[in-house]
């Protein structure tokens, strides 16, 4: 059973807490033969999208940056994890872009990520949190996308590099979300494997 997963890292710190949460998450799920790919949005150009529509019928957003690359990669996964710190109470202005754009993208043509499992991943020095995932799930509500819960909401909480695995919840929520992720995205496969 081929099953893959792209994590989108919106945290322009490399080994941050964030890459941390998601290195997580993409073990567990590599141990359950998940295969996984980490993308670094803060070394792309992913410009704003300029709510122009003319990617209704092409499946490709117009703009001439980094966006479409990732948008081949999202559409190829059969699921999708969203990684952002908190900053000011919302996700990273990388995360916002490709939410905006490459949903925008899905659904002005026939909603291109219909039946893809999703599941956001936040990291918070304090406070704010609950937003960021509302706004990431809100973008897999949205786009059919089948969301993954976990065992509290998808967070794990420090500052420093590294603080977040001093958050026990949270680091065992991190594997609760891939172990729920695992078991959605096997049912799935094997639900259409055999239809």
Same mark, same amino acid.
């Given at each position: 059973?081929?099953?893959?997963?792209?994590?989108?890292?919106?945290?322009?710190?490399?080994?941050?807490?964030?890459?941390?949460?998601? &290195?997580?998450?993409?073990?567990?799920?590599?141990? #359950?033969? +998940?295969?996984?790919?980490?993308? #670094?949005?803060?070394?792309?150009?992913?410009?704003?999208?300029? !709510?122009?529509?003319?990617?209704?019928?092409?499946?490709?957003? !117009?703009?001439?940056?980094?966006?479409?690359?990732?948008?081949?990669?999202?559409?190829?996964?059969?699921?999708?994890?969203?990684?952002?710190?908190?900053?000011?109470?919302?996700?990273?202005?990388?995360?916002?872009?490709?939410?905006?754009?490459?949903?925008? +993208? !899905?659904?002005?043509?026939?909603?291109?990520? $219909?039946?893809?499992?999703?599941?956001? +991943?936040?990291?918070?020095?304090?406070?704010?949190?609950?937003?960021?995932?509302?706004?990431?799930?809100?973008?897999?509500?949205? &786009? #059919?996308?089948?969301?993954?819960?976990?065992? *509290?909401?998808?967070?794990?909480?420090?500052?420093?590099?590294?603080?977040? =695995?001093?958050?026990?919840?949270?680091?065992?929520?991190?594997?609760?979300? !891939?172990?729920?992720?695992? *078991?959605?995205? $096997?049912? =799935?496969?094997? *639900?259409?494997? &055999?239809?």
């Amino acid at each position: 059973m081929n099953i893959s997963v792209v994590l989108l890292n919106g945290s322009p710190r490399k080994n941050g807490n964030t890459e941390i949460c998601l &290195n997580r998450v993409a073990n567990k799920l590599q141990s #359950h033969g +998940v295969q996984t790919s980490l993308i #670094h949005l803060a070394g792309l150009k992913i410009d704003p999208c300029r !709510a122009c529509f003319r990617c209704r019928g092409t499946a490709r957003c !117009a703009q001439d940056d980094d966006l479409n690359a990732v948008l081949d990669q999202l559409l190829k996964a059969d699921g999708i994890v969203i990684g952002s710190p908190t900053w000011f109470g919302s996700v990273t202005g990388w995360v916002k872009n490709v939410i905006d754009r490459a949903g925008l +993208v !899905a659904r002005l043509n026939g909603f291109l990520f $219909k039946g893809k499992v999703g599941t956001p +991943v936040v990291t918070v020095r304090r406070g704010g949190a609950v937003q960021v995932y509302n706004e990431i799930v809100s973008f897999f509500a949205i &786009n #059919h996308f089948y969301i993954v819960g976990s065992s *509290y909401w998808n967070f794990a909480i420090g500052l420093q590099p590294g603080d977040v =695995l001093n958050d026990e919840e949270g680091m065992r929520t991190m594997d609760d979300i !891939a172990e729920n992720m695992a *078991y959605i995205l $096997k049912a =799935l496969k094997s *639900y259409q494997t &055999n239809r």
